[in-house]
């Protein structure tokens, strides 16, 4: 089974990505950066509607700073959302911020009221890492999922991912009377597929959530990752693969029992059918998105070494060998696992 024994490094975004960050949209000066909210003068633990310790910390800032902070929260969040149409600024104003005190990147979760219905939503300040920003471009590009994020400086906006976090799904919700496992089954496949296609890594039942919507005669689910940290990092390929996670086993173990080996093979196919259409759909950006992969360093030699060793032996292709990078990795696992027509360029040669 994956197990991870250290944290993942940082690695800055360098101008290549910045440039590419400007030119699709993310990039926009910010009024507050992640390094702003570290100043809190104090803090509580945040425990949960059951009364548990969530490791999330809430904290308070002196009155001038906690003032100034609303103000420009409130902003980013109406960038993120209405692309700075200030309007909806009147209506709204923070009304909690949280500290994660574990994990890579230790994020703050800024929630956000609208004082007309007490209605709220989330969005998350983190410090920008290019490994996790090039995992919400690829998961914008090639999922079925939009991603809205916003970049300046070292500074990282996320709009909050809806859903049940995969380990409180796993606990509280497969054995419903209601729950179809058969789709649930059939999601996880083609989640799998996705986060091996695209290389995105450490896919741990907390780093994902399950989104359920109510069809006319029963539910669809959703698998979305929620952390993407460890885009293209790590040197095992096991890594990429969400079935090999023991936090997994209990849908895995419901894979293995109802759904036979030519329909799991059925929804993989499926869902490379779906990304390759996306990928066909926007293959200028992924190819810019790419390019900037290539010149950036987003792991460590040994962690490349071994990594296109495994996907060579996976692939039985010597091509992998020849890679020097992680972006080299992703561009030749795309293409041999999505690329159908010789004139989709998947970064430039």
Not at 48 to 72: F, I, R
Not at 293 to 302: G, L, Q, V
Request: aromatic share 12%; proline share 4%.
């Amino acid at each position: 089974m994956n197990s991870i024994s250290k944290k993942k490094l940082f690695f800055p975004v360098n101008r290549d990505l910045r440039k590419y960050l400007y030119t699709y949209g993310r990039s926009s000066k910010l009024p507050v950066h992640y390094e702003d909210l570290l100043h809190y003068s104090d803090s509580f633990p945040y425990y949960d509607k059951k009364g548990v310790d969530t490791l999330w910390e809430t904290v308070m800032y002196e009155q001038q700073s906690q003032d100034e902070l609303n103000h420009g929260l409130t902003m980013i969040y109406a960038l993120l959302k209405t692309d700075g149409d200030m309007s909806v600024m009147e209506h709204l104003y923070v009304s909690r911020i949280d500290y994660c005190t574990f994990g890579n990147s230790n994020p703050f979760r800024v929630q956000i009221m609208n004082q007309l219905n007490d209605n709220y939503d989330y969005f998350y300040v983190k410090r920008a890492d290019a490994s996790r920003i090039y995992g919400l471009e690829l998961e914008h590009i090639l999922s079925p999922s939009r991603i809205n994020y916003l970049v300046h400086s070292d500074t990282l906006i996320e709009e909050h991912i809806a859903g049940i976090p995969g380990d409180a799904f796993i606990k509280d919700y497969v054995n419903r009377p209601g729950t179809n496992k058969v789709r649930l089954a059939k999601e996880f496949v083609k989640f799998n597929e996705r986060c091996f296609i695209r290389l995105l890594g450490d896919m741990r039942s907390y780093n994902y959530v399950v989104d359920i919507t109510p069809d006319f005669e029963d539910e669809q689910y959703r698998v979305r990752p929620i952390d993407f940290d460890q885009q293209s990092y790590e040197g095992r390929k096991t890594m990429y693969l969400p079935q090999f996670f023991k936090d997994n086993n209990v849908i895995v173990d419901l894979v293995l029992k109802l759904l036979k080996p030519e329909t799991v093979k059925q929804y993989q196919n499926e869902e490379r059918t779906l990304m390759f259409r996306r990928l066909k759909s926007a293959r200028y950006r992924l190819k810019d998105l790419i390019d900037c992969m290539r010149k950036d360093t987003i792991s460590t030699p040994e962690k490349i070494d071994q990594l296109r060793k495994e996907l060579a032996e996976h692939h039985k292709s010597e091509e992998f060998l020849k890679c020097k990078c992680m972006g080299d990795l992703v561009r030749l696992n795309l293409k041999i696992m999505l690329v159908k027509a010789p004139n989709i360029a998947v970064g430039s040669e």
